[in-house]
Nanobody
Framework: VQLQASGGGLVQAGGSLRLSCAAS????????MGWFRQAPGKEREFVAA????????YYADAVKGRFTIPRDNAKNTVYLQMHSLKPEDTAVYYC???????????????????WGQGTQVTVSS
C-alpha cells in the first residue's frame, strides 16, 4: 500500500489542523493505521493509531483529549484531527500502516511496514 500524507501547515497555538493520509489500492481496510511525528533532533514518536474497523483508537498521553484519529474505509483515508495545538506539537507528521493484530505493538514503529512521506506541522507561540 502507498500512503500520501497532506494537510500540514503553520498554525498559531490553540488552533486546529486536520491531516489526511490517502492510501492506494484495495486493501486499506486490512491495515491498522497510525500517526507518528518527529521533531528536529528527536526520535520518531507515536501519536495515535486506529484499528481496521475504526472502532478502537489509541493515543499518546501527550495528545490525548486534543487529537482524534478517524478513518474512512470507503475513501481509503485516515485523518488526524488536531485541536488546542501547542508549540511542542511542531514536527513532521507521518502516517503508517501495519498488518499486525498485536494491538500492544501499535505504540512503536516496529510493526508498521508502510509509511507516508511526512507533512510538516508548525505551531507558533
Amino acid at each position: 500500500v502507498q500512503l500520501q500524507a497532506s494537510g500540514g501547515g503553520l498554525v498559531q497555538a490553540g488552533g486546529s489542523l486536520r491531516l489526511s493520509c490517502a492510501a492506494s489500492g484495495h486493501t486499506f481496510r486490512t491495515y491498522a493505521m497510525g500517526w507518528f511525528r518527529q521533531a528536529p533532533g528527536k526520535e520518531r514518536e507515536f501519536v495515535a493509531a486506529i484499528s481496521r474497523s475504526g472502532v478502537t483508537t489509541y493515543y499518546a498521553d501527550a495528545v490525548k483529549g486534543r487529537f482524534t484519529i478517524p478513518r474512512d474505509n470507503a475513501k481509503n483515508t485516515v485523518y488526524l484531527q488536531m485541536h488546542s495545538l501547542k508549540p511542542e506539537d511542531t514536527a513532521v507528521y507521518y502516517c503508517a500502516a501495519t498488518p499486525s493484530y498485536d494491538t500492544g505493538s501499535y505504540y512503536s514503529i516496529t510493526p508498521y511496514n508502510y509509511w507516508g512521506q511526512g507533512t510538516q506541522v508548525t505551531v507558533s507561540s
